[in-house]
């Protein structure tokens, strides 16, 4: 069956990896500055269960009806944690729109669960915005929903009882749509600036 042009170009589009020029799903092009987007390969996230900074449930549910933004780290992060937070809070405030600021949600998902509880994540995640939200799980929860996207992290522990060390982690952020669907990603270093600009055009596009 013969292909569509603006499907062939999508699917070229996709696999080259070309993140200048994203395609929804009218196919109708958007210009953008950053990050990849898959269009119609975006795919519905696995069924998963956190527990966010309030020790509500996160899971599916929670990401849907908002544009997501998800930073995969932890709160003892020394460099790419905190960087990439403040680039997202200053997203934030560069977007003029309220009602485009209104649909996206940013969530840290911290990969270090022993020492990042609850209350450790809350004080973390509100310091560079109070609407941000921070959720953590034990790691073989974690891992379903990490393994599935391609966010790799790893503890840098040489015993079990160590209570300092690293945690080696991806620095991408995630893009979900409304659907829950892994939508794309914004690889760092992040452009707050950049991705503010992005993020209205998406928002106002769908």
Same mark, same amino acid.
């Given at each position: ?89 200053? &997203?934030? $405030? ?31 995640? $509100? ?53 829950? $669907? ?12 950049? &991705? ?11």
């Amino acid at each position: 069956m013969r292909k569509s042009a603006p499907y062939i170009i999508a699917l070229v589009a996709l696999v080259l990896g070309i993140g200048g020029s994203w395609f929804a799903k009218d196919s109708k092009p958007i210009k953008l500055e950053v990050g990849r987007w898959f269009g119609e390969q975006a795919k519905p996230l696995v069924d998963f269960e956190l527990h966010d900074q309030n020790n509500q449930p996160f899971g599916e549910r929670q990401l849907k009806g908002k544009w997501s933004l998800l930073f995969f780290g932890y709160t003892h992060c020394p460099d790419i944690c905190p960087i990439s937070l403040q680039a997202m809070a200053e &997203m934030m $405030e560069a977007i003029d729109d309220k009602h485009v600021r209104e649909d996206i949600q940013v969530t840290f998902i911290s990969v270090d669960p022993d020492r990042d509880t609850p209350t450790i994540l809350k004080s973390y995640v $509100e310091y560079f915005n109070p609407t941000f939200i921070g959720a953590t799980a034990a790691l073989p929860e974690l891992k379903k929903l990490t393994a599935s996207i391609g966010i790799a992290h790893k503890l840098e522990k040489t015993s079990d009882d160590q209570t300092s060390y690293f945690v080696s982690h991806s620095g991408a952020i995630v893009l979900v749509n409304p659907q829950a $669907e892994f939508s794309g990603l914004f690889s760092a270093p992040h452009d707050a600036l950049a &991705m503010a600009r992005d993020m209205t055009k998406i928002i106002e596009h769908y």
